[in-house]
């Protein structure tokens, strides 16, 4: 069986196209998209700046072939005598690709006033480059 197209069926279908290609092109806020779980990014020519803002979570990093891994974890403790009194536990993994030209050998983790800041520095061997079309 074969469906008919009408002039007003057409009409309902442009008009649903049109509302999905005006949601494609929404823009994504850069610096919403940095900031994810306490965790905040910024990359200059010189470094990549990692700050996390986790008060009471112990941070610890490893670099596994170009992958800045993040470890999270913090331990809760209950002192009420309360029924529902207890331990939690939380953790997280968060990976970030290193580019080849960071200097994984030379990160620097600081801390302060809970904040705790990595620096990975770049090598500068890669350089941007400005291409033209004649």
Known sequence: MEVQKTEKTEKSEKETHNKIDDFDNFEIDEDAS???NGIITSNSDERLDIKIDLHDFDIEYKVFDHILVLFGKRK???NTSSPEKGR????FVRPILLSPDMNSDKIVKEVENGIIH???PKNGTFKKLLVSYN
């Open 88 to 91: 939690r536990y939380q953790a």
């Open 76 to 78: 809760h403790h209950s």
């Open 34 to 36: 940095r900031c994810s």
């Open 118 to 120: 990595i620096k990975v």
